[in-house]
């Protein structure tokens, strides 16, 4: 295959451009000199290789407006051999901030011929076939009978599109043709590896939406939608355009038999409504037959819900097979901006200060690894597997703080933080929003997990006005298994947290040492205050040996006017107390008498404690370290003191109880009746709290809290 070199500046297509004696073709090598600007304006969709070098001492800038000179489209493709890297100490300019990669144009057109007869011809005759190209997809929408159908278009002859199947429905002449999206810039790999590695300056601008403002990535739907539709109704105008490929959710633990994947036939600004192609499908159990919506104030509503996200974006760079990194960044602050990467990564060693913006990630593994020190900024991004993988964004341990707002993740783990701020991000059918942590502490806030961990094994962190849905548990502090040795000393803080998964949050699991963990499950359901429990010692649990055994004893802690907890301790060390507030709104001139049970399957150690405690004078706020023994307890109203206390028999493979009083108040008081647990490791516990007396004495929406 022959080489080039180009001998000036100019378009790619020009064979001025490189000598005067052609231009390059498929399987040969391209070098740009120190000096020279070579704008590609050319389409690679025919090439079988790919080039096979492109070293860039020069610039190669990519046009934002006009046609490519090789069939006169507004898109352009660049095709590279597989694991043949883009290299050199240039220039590589895709748009700028003022002038970025376009939207990707439409190519849409009417029927200009009816069809009477369904399943009768394969000829679709249009106004106009300008732009349209063998071998893509087509779409046929009627609004006026609702029918639409899918074809691929095998030749074109003049206003006629020859598809490879017969039009299956009828249509009129106001049937709208509709071409499927081609990204304005596509660079691919034809094969599995091969990476965009340049040292000199580097600028990827592609169009990025800007509305609606607080997160223009993604949306809810604001009515509900059955499987077979194909209209779906937006809580927040998206500008979608024909064309468009979007992800659609649903609120359960699998994808749809569609990869959660459809493409925008028509949008209506003014209504929010957009057609789609293929209808709405079951998931691939087949159970889910309904995608939810409601008009909501708030993203984070407390409803169960689908959203609606983003997919396409005009720049496209992709490994025809799956395959690890596109693109290798080892300089600093690059922004990259409206970029989908399919089956490729963005990989950061030795660098820092980057900005990913508008961009989607797909069936890429570990969409952005970053090892240098310094911040990574993520904002609005789609972040999607056909499979579970690894995170998305990864700065794993001793990496970089990740700083990531309005981000949407369907079927994949989103964000591996070392510190820094994850803010009004989504993730639904995920593994988790947050994955691991290094040894950084990381800022949840105003996020959403919909059959997905909203945090699993983090390393510390507070967690803020969060929702979770479905599944659980909602936050995993560590999992069985898993070894972080260096994750000892930090404090978790939980605020605003609303969940209506059968576990919300389970604690320490994994094998470290938990002896100065801590964490603080502060403001359950937004209700400030409202301190459900502490967890340094043990997790939440289902197990069923503990549920059977529990029942079969008393079956106490199922009673309609018992709250209840099941929990395993960890007991690493006996310093170590797991313990369950339950908050208490005291009506006036009412003392209200308790009662705890606590069931363990073996006594393993387990003891108990019963407390009345006044939320502002906290005892274990004010005199208590964790990993030191709990203090000795002294009855009294001032700070560091509880109201009162008493202790409970060891369990053992029996019920054990313990009553006691709060005191009388002539005003409105709220009160916390805490049972705090230790004991060695593995012992399950249940713990049921008696409110049969609480009828007249507490307000009854106070009353139940659900873990």
Known sequence: MASWTAAQSGNWSTAATWGGSGIPADGDSVTIPSGITVTFDADHSAFTSGLA??????????????????????????????????????????????????????VQTTLSTAITTGN????????????????????????????IDSLTISSISLNTIVCTANVQKTYTTSAIVLQQQM?????????????INVT???????????????????????????????VVTLNDDMGFQAGDQIMISAQCENLDTNSNQYTVVKYTSATKTAIIFPALAADTNGSYTTRYGAALNSITDFSAIDYVARYSRPIYITHTVGGGSGWTLDYNNVVVNGTLFYRTAVTSYNSSGHIVKGCTFDDGGQGITQSAA?????????????????????????????????????????????????????ATVCSALTWSSGVGVAKIVNCVASYSYLAACLDGGIISNCYTN?????????????????RSATIMEIYGFKSNAMLPIRGHAMPCNPVNRITRFLDRDNVVGKRE?????????????????????????????????????????????????????????????????????????????????????????????????????TVGTAPGQVLASAAMA????????????????????????????????????CVGLDLIDAATSIQPHKRKIIL
């Open 200 to 230: 000199g300056t580097v600028s990827c601008y592609g169009w990025i939406p800007t509305t609606p403002a607080a997160h223009p990535d993604y949306t809810t739907l604001s009515a509900n939608a059955a499987n077979g539709s194909n």
């Open 533 to 633: 429990f502490y967890c340094s010692g043990g997790w939440g649990t289902t197990d069923p040996t503990l549920i059977a055994a529990a029942t079969n004893n008393t079956g106490k802690i199922w009673g309609a006017n018992y709250e209840t907890m099941m929990f395993q301790i960890d007991g690493v060390n006996t310093n170590t107390p797991l313990w369950w507030d339950t908050l208490l709104h005291l009506n006036p001139n009412n003392a209200l008498s308790l009662t705890a049970y606590i069931y363990a399957l073996t006594n393993s150690g387990v003891s108990a404690q019963l407390w009345i405690i006044d939320p502002k004078n906290d005892p274990l706020d004010f005199n208590w370290q964790t990993g030191s023994p709990l203090p000795t307890m």
């Open 53 to 106: 070098g492109l070293t860039l001492n020069g610039t190669l800038a990519f046009p934002t407006s006009g046609n490519n000179a090789t069939n006169s489209c507004p898109w352009f493709l660049l095709a590279m051999a597989s694991a043949v890297n883009i290299t050199g100490s240039g220039n590589l300019t895709i748009g700028s901030s003022s002038t970025p990669i376009p939207k990707p144009a439409v």
């Open 470 to 486: 479905g599944g659980g548990p909602s936050i995993d502090l560590g999992a069985a298994g898993t070894t972080f040795p260096s």
């Open 120 to 147: 009768s011809t394969p000829n679709v005759v249009v106004t106009s076939a300008t732009n349209f190209v063998a071998g893509k997809k087509i779409y046929l929408y009627d609004s006026t009978n609702g029918h």
């Open 650 to 685: 060891a369990p053992n493979s029996a019920w054990q109880s313990v009553s006691i009083a709060t005191p009388s108040y002539t005003t409105f008081k709220d009160l916390l009746c805490r049972v705090i647990v230790t004991g060695t490791k593995a012992a399950m516990c």
């Open 183 to 195: 990204p304005s810039l596509t660079i691919k790999w034809i094969g599995s590896t091969g990476v």
């Open 374 to 426: 310094g911040a990574q900024q993520v904002f609005d991004c789609t972040m999607f597997c056909k499979a579970l993988q690894t995170p998305v964004i990864n700065s794993a341990e001793g990496g970089v703080l990740i700083i990531a707002i309005g981000c949407f993740g369907l079927n994949t783990a989103m964000f591996r933080p070392n510190g820094g701020n994850i803010v009004n991000c989504i």
